[in-house]
């Protein structure tokens, strides 16, 4: 397989996964743990720097509560303080099964993950 179609194939096999991202400061970061991650559904007042774009999604077995988990575990892994909620939503997805075609809804969250500018 060429290199640019093998690229291609697992660009679109990423696009599968449940949970993508887009990197905006390549500044490395410990992973924090997931209790200290806090989530805003609005702009906190302290200022603050956006690192990544992120975005979940859960399969129709989960429920708010573990769509945001996965959020909060997501920004935990890359540093963050904490995760706006900037949209939320529902789409089908259609998934190809032994027999068939199986069609479902799916929920997705996304949001900035952010850190908290220090004083100094």
Do not use: W
Request: charged share 30%; net charge positive; hydrophobic share 30%.
């Amino acid at each position: 397989m060429k290199p640019a179609l093998r690229i291609s194939v697992l660009l679109l096999a990423a696009g599968c996964a449940t949970s993508n991202g887009h990197r905006l400061d390549q500044t490395p970061r410990r992973p924090r743990s997931p209790e200290s991650v806090r989530l805003y559904f609005e702009d906190p007042k302290l200022p603050y720097e956006v690192i990544s774009f992120i975005e979940v999604s859960a399969n129709p077995s989960e429920n708010q509560d573990d769509l945001q988990k996965k959020l909060i575990n997501k920004a935990a892994r890359i540093g963050g303080d904490a995760v706006i909620v900037r949209s939320e939503d529902e789409y089908t997805t259609t998934t190809k099964t032994g027999d068939g075609y199986q069609s479902g809804p799916r929920r997705r969250l996304a949001g900035d993950v952010i850190v908290f500018r220090r004083a100094g």
